[in-house]
């Protein structure tokens, strides 16, 4: 480090990490593509697929490995919530609901990285290899923490929500609850106005939780990244091990309502 | 220089919102969770074999009740170290 080089302000330290890889790197507006969410949740993506694929593959009956007992503890646990709570018929719901769960997991996990570790990775990288200014390599690594890929998530449920209702009550039934539920067909624009509200808000508290937790226990990672190297330790484990629960609670969360909304669309009220 | 009056105050305002934000928060959450907790124990000594089917959803709603505090964090510590309000100043 050459001796005019100074060492970054706390605010200009979060303001660094907190700025994503993105293309075009100055920002194009509602065009901007945040490439380090992108890639991050699609390695981590292919990661949970590859992995539970191989060992439903290597599946044993007899003498099963402790991974594999691992890997069925989470599918029956998946599977229990759906029976209590999942009344309809679906083939897509329990592997969403998995999916939802694992990916949530593995990508809220990123969090607990060191929080410089593959930034300054991608710094060395961007430096020597593409002859980058090393200030101006940005990457996130925690992609739930970006808003871009919680709502992803969240209007994809709401599309299928909307999936599911329509084929389980047929295109004209959906649209006749839209109109007439819960106030009875003479308040049509009432019941139409509650409905969209009730539809809208769904996603919104949906990638507003995941993403405020993950925001949250990003920052907090920074704050002590801050801290003198003889004291991180102290503030650091403690956070660490208190947002593993959150972590897995987040996910937790997220599977629930998903499953939760979905039987909502498919019963009839 | 010469907005440093300026850049000030809105500091000024925005440590008082931040204070607000996640002290107000934290009171709510507290007794969201503290409310959970204590029908939880009362519904478990009251039927303990209903003890583990009340668990997860006490965990669903802790984190639930936990959400808004913790956006409220998030949102505090976003305007303390990286205020967009101070955008219009500068």
Redesign the interface.
């Known amino acids: 480090m050459s001796a005019t080089e100074h060492l970054p302000t706390?605010?200009e330290y979060?303001?660094h990490h907190?700025m994503n890889w993105r293309t075009p790197p100055e920002g194009g507006g509602f065009w901007t593509i945040h490439l380090d969410t992108f890639w991050v949740s699609l390695i981590l993506g292919f990661i949970f697929v590859g992995v539970f694929a191989n060992v439903a593959r290597k599946a044993k009956l007899e003498a099963p490995g402790r991974f594999q007992l691992f890997v069925e503890v989470i599918i029956e646990m998946v599977d229990q919530?759906l029976k209590e709570v999942f009344h309809g018929k679906s083939k897509i719901i329990a592997p969403l609901a998995l999916t939802i769960f694992c990916w949530i997991v593995l990508m809220n996990s990123m969090d607990f990285l060191p929080v410089d570790f593959l930034p300054k990775v991608a710094q060395l990288i961007g430096a020597n290899v593409f002859g980058m200014d090393p200030h101006h390599v940005y990457l996130r690594v925690v992609p739930t923490a970006d808003i871009n890929q919680a709502f992803a998530m969240s209007l994809s449920v709401t599309v299928l929500i909307v999936v599911f209702s329509i084929s389980a009550k047929g295109f004209g039934g959906y649209t006749k609850e839209l109109f007439t539920a819960p106030f009875g067909p003479a308040l049509a624009p009432a019941n139409f106005l509650l409905q969209m509200v009730e539809l809208l808000s769904k996603p919104l508290s949906l990638a507003?939780?995941l993403?405020?937790?993950m925001?949250?226990g990003e920052?907090?990672f920074m704050?002590i990244a801050m801290l003198p190297w003889y004291v991180q330790w102290a503030a650091g484990a403690p956070w660490a091990i208190f947002h593993i629960l959150?972590v897995i609670?987040?996910a937790?969360?997220f599977m629930?309502l998903t499953i939760v909304y979905l039987s909502l669309a498919v019963e009839d009220h | 220089m010469e907005n440093l009056a300026l850049i000030a105050n809105v500091q000024s305002f925005t440590v008082i919102a931040i204070g607000l934000m996640i002290g107000l928060a934290g009171v709510g959450a507290a007794i969201g969770v503290a409310l959970v907790g204590s029908k939880f124990l009362e519904g478990a000594s009251r039927q303990p074999e209903m003890m583990g089917a009340l668990q997860p959803k006490l965990f669903v709603i802790a984190g639930l009740v936990d959400a808004i505090f913790i956006i409220s964090v998030a949102v505090g510590l976003f305007l303390a170290f990286a205020n967009p309000l101070l955008a219009a100043i500068k």
């Open positions: 706390p605010s979060i303001q907190l919530h507003l939780r993403l405020g937790n925001f949250a920052l907090v704050l959150i609670l987040q937790y969360i629930m």
